[in-house]
């Protein structure tokens, strides 16, 4: 693949940009009928576990709003942590929060926050967010030492401000990484991130990847493998998912393809004519589906168009949160959110079925309930 | 009142005064020239570089306790900035309140003047930054000696013109702005498209009376509005959504 091909797919993230321009390329991104084939099959025949997805509580999703969730541009941390605490008592149906978040950790466990970083400072899971689960995972008993941020790149991760001086005490890394200097490689020419990957662990898909020297730091491998990273397979116990509201396209980039795409390597290739298969598939394997314990998407600050990069002008306050256990479930109210808002904005005039394929796609794999009528949607105004 | 406030917007420029480069801190500037820009924007220098994309200068920036990043595109015309400019507004808070084309939104102030398009985002959103976005502006570009454009006739209906105009030089900028209209355009040479998106009318200059007569005869009738010597006026093709998820290949 010619490097300027590739780059017309490639995010700007990673090269410390934060801003994306306008980019569709000149064909539409149409799937073809004929899909690849793929190791889905692989992964079914995984035996699940009691905690696999849709986790505790299928197809129920709590949304909580705030009018003033976002002050004068910046999310109010107060605010947002009783966002969270109504949205996390309205799902469990506790009245006590600790009892709450230990429904889905307990204290021995690792816990991995997969935040997405890669729209840059603008549009990242924010700061509101994830502190309000560390603090009310920490008052449930959770040790800040057992808690790690994670995401692909964790060049973006310092970027957007997730730092070791921001979070004392928590873990942070990304599968993707460099040196002090900005080497991608160490000294005998090898990629700091092959070290991060877990080859027991992969998505097969009969697209070849194919990347140069400049790309391939941001790919870790070519090839027809995706491999697992460590953090996931090795590292984390549970994973509890911290989205952006965003669009992708006339569809959404919520908890299944935060996820799916966040987690493995060698993914550019993947997105031309596996976007929803990738989206759901890689969900279904272990690493993800026993282990991700809850989806908390940050709707405070979000987009409705050139998502998921960051455009500006397509930036804009939802004024709320999204938590459920079910990934498929809270991706398709999610949806709704965004589409509405792009039909109000005259981005598209109807939603369209298509959009939801990564969705059906999973229900039809027991990841989650895509059907909206089934879908139990509890919204709380808080003011 | 909004008179006054205009009033007030215009006079900018001489409050700037007060203001100077040395009240900004620079936390980091970095310049990239012609296709030098992949280096910063990956794939969507594609759409840059379709504009005659020539320098761009990106700094960010402290001012007043905010933080800003500013980024200053030298393009090869004025034409061609407005053209960068136009694809990149959207419903603008504020809009073409000065001597030149501005766009004010939530996390963004725009501007195409004379050559240069200039992008300034605040990570803030707070109204501070919003306000402070134009003095940085003025501190940055010379806004009292640029060439200006002269919009065609039928597109000074739709007023502001700001995130309703747009101009098209190419594929790429076509398939952002109304991909209904490649289907009439492939295959066709020109030099410039102009769009108003509010009305969804079109104009075309083709490079020649080849091209002309080729793009008549594929246009349906009842979609001319216009034909001149030059160019040809017309009601675009029905706006098609989208149906992609989005551009972002990693």
Not at chain 1, 151 to 162: F, K, P
Not at chain 2, 8 to 13: G, H, Q, V
Not at chain 2, 42 to 70: A, P, Q, V
Not at chain 2, 183 to 201: P, V, Y
Request: aromatic fraction near 10%.
């Amino acid at each position: 693949m010619e490097r300027r091909k590739f780059f017309k797919s490639l995010v700007i993230g990673g090269l410390g940009a934060t801003v994306s321009p306008i980019l569709k390329a000149a064909p539409t991104l149409t799937s073809t009928d004929i899909k690849p084939e793929t190791n889905i099959k692989d992964a079914l025949s995984i035996s699940r576990t009691e905690s696999s997805m849709p986790g505790k509580y299928p197809g129920k999703v709590v949304r909580v709003n705030h009018s003033l969730a976002v002050t004068d541009g910046k999310p109010s941390e107060e605010t947002v942590f009783e966002m969270l605490k109504e949205s996390i008592l309205k799902l469990t149906g506790e009245s006590d929060l600790n009892k709450a978040w230990l429904q889905f950790v307990g204290k021995d466990d690792v816990i991995g926050l997969k935040v997405n970083p890669v729209a840059g400072k603008l549009l990242t899971t924010s700061h509101a967010v994830t502190q309000a689960v560390i603090k009310q995972l920490e008052d449930a008993g959770i040790p800040r030492s057992n808690m790690v941020i994670w995401d692909r790149r964790e060049m973006q991760l310092h970027e957007t401000g997730y730092t070791e001086e921001n979070y004392p005490g928590i873990t942070i890394t990304g599968t993707e990484c460099e040196d002090a200097s900005g080497s991608y490689y160490n000294s005998e020419g090898k990629l700091y991130s092959e070290e991060r990957i877990d080859k027991d662990h992969y998505f097969y898909a009969d697209v070849e990847g194919e990347y140069d020297a400049y790309t391939m730091p941001f790919m870790v491998n070519g090839g027809k493998y995706s491999y697992f990273t460590k953090i996931c397979t090795q590292k984390v116990t549970k994973i509890i998912n911290l989205p952006v509201l965003k669009n992708a396209g006339s569809s959404v980039t919520l908890c299944m393809k935060n996820l799916a795409f966040g987690s493995i390597s060698n993914t550019a290739r993947l997105h031309k004519d596996l976007w929803h298969e990738t989206s759901a598939y890689v969900c279904a394997f272990p690493p993800l589906r026993d282990k991700v314990v809850l989806n908390i998407v940050d709707g405070l600050i979000g987009c409705f168009e050139g998502g998921p990069a960051a455009n500006p002008q397509f930036i804009c306050n939802y004024n709320t949160i999204l938590v459920g256990t079910d990934p498929v479930a809270v991706d398709r109210i999610g949806h709704d959110i965004v589409i509405a808002k792009r039909i109000e904005e005259g981005i598209q005039s109807e939603d369209k079925p298509a959009a939801l394929k990564f969705m059906h796609l999973a229900e039809e794999i027991k990841l989650g309930v895509a059907n909206r009528n089934k879908i139990d949607l509890t919204e709380v105004n808080l003011a | 009142m909004k008179y006054f406030f205009l009033t007030l917007l215009s006079l900018l420029p001489l409050f700037a005064v007060g203001q100077s480069l040395s009240d900004i801190t620079i936390e980091k500037e970095r310049t990239f020239v012609g296709t030098g820009l992949y280096g910063f924007m990956n794939g969507g220098s594609d759409l840059y570089l379709e504009y005659g994309f020539e320098k761009l200068t990106t700094r960010d920036i402290k001012y007043k306790d905010e933080k800003y990043t500013i980024d200053i595109y030298e393009m090869s015309s004025p034409e061609n900035a407005f053209g960068i400019y136009s694809l990149h507004t959207f419903k603008c808070m504020r809009a073409d309140t000065l001597r030149f084309f501005n766009c004010l939104s939530a996390y963004q102030y725009q501007a195409a003047i004379g050559n240069k398009y200039v992008s300034i985002v605040f990570q803030s959103g707070s109204n501070k930054a919003k306000r402070n976005a134009d003095e940085l502006l003025y501190l940055y570009v010379d806004t009292l000696n640029m060439k200006r454009i002269a919009l065609p006739l039928e597109m000074t209906k739709e007023i502001p013109y700001s995130s309703s105009i747009k101009y098209l030089k190419g594929n790429l900028s076509i398939s952002n702005a109304q991909p209904s209209l490649l289907k009439w355009i492939e295959g066709i040479s020109f030099s410039d498209i102009w769009l108003a998106s509010k009305s969804n009318t079109v104009i075309i200059y083709p490079t020649d009376d080849k091209n002309m007569a080729k793009l008549i005869e594929r246009i349906p009738k009842e979609n001319i509005l216009k034909i001149e010597d030059k160019y040809i006026y017309l009601k675009c093709p029905k706006k098609e959504d989208s149906n992609d998820t989005g551009v972002f290949g990693f």
